[in-house]
């Protein structure tokens, strides 16, 4: 059965939960997996129509071993392994499909304009997607945190579960049908 895949990596829960949100979104189209990227599969096969990736923005940027090390150190995070995560899963895995439809979201505390306008994780998480050979099939999206540790802001989940509605009509007719 075809499905969607959400891939996500999240230091205290928030990108997880728009992660989850999105496939909400999806599932009334395509039914939709989610999972943590350190978790995910080094093979994305024919059964995967679209797949969605997203985290956090750490240091204007997406997160590394040196920024998760300050997540446990200054936030105290409870980090497995701080060597992998969405970044390092994205520059290995094989996508078999050429031209997969894929799109990228983030999550950032900043509130200012001009500096959350710095923040790219998600333009990386673009670039990295489109070297698996991934289609971008809509803007990349971005959802606020109310603080370091979250929560998100009010209204995030509704966005992003219509974004994974959105999303959900760049999966082709068969495709979804399964
Ligand atoms: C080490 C570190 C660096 C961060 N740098 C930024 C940043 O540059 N811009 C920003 O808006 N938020 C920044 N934040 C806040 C994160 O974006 C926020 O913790 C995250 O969006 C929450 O998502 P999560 O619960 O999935 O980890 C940073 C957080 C940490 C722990």
């Not at 939709?32 to 024919?46: L, M, S, Y």
């Not at 997406?62 to 392994?81: E, F, K, N």
């Not at 499909?97 to 979201?105: D, Q, S, T, V």
């Not at 109310?146 to 959105?166: I, M, S």
Request: charged share 20%.
């Amino acid at each position: 059965m075809t499905r969607a895949l959400v891939v996500y990596e999240s230091v205290f829960g928030d990108a997880r939960s728009i992660a989850q949100a999105v496939a909400e979104g999806l599932f009334g189209t395509v039914p939709a997996d989610v999972v943590a990227a350190a978790e995910a599969p080094a093979d994305i096969g024919p059964d995967v129509v679209l797949l969605v990736v997203g985290g956090p923005n750490h240091a204007f940027g997406m997160p590394s071993p040196s920024t998760r090390q300050g997540a446990v150190d200054q936030h105290g995070a409870d980090i497995r392994d701080i060597r992998t995560g969405l970044h390092e899963w994205l520059e290995t895995v094989h996508v078999s499909a050429p031209h997969l439809p894929a799109a990228a979201f983030d999550t950032r505390s900043g509130e200012h304009r001009l500096i959350a306008r710095m923040d790219h994780a998600a333009r990386t998480e673009e670039t990295l997607l489109r070297r698996t050979g991934a289609h971008l099939v809509a803007p990349a999206e971005h959802f606020s945190v109310a603080g370091t540790k979250g929560p998100l802001v009010e209204g995030e989940q509704d966005r992003a579960r219509e974004w994974g509605r959105l999303l959900a009509g760049h999966v082709s007719g068969a495709a979804a049908a399964g």
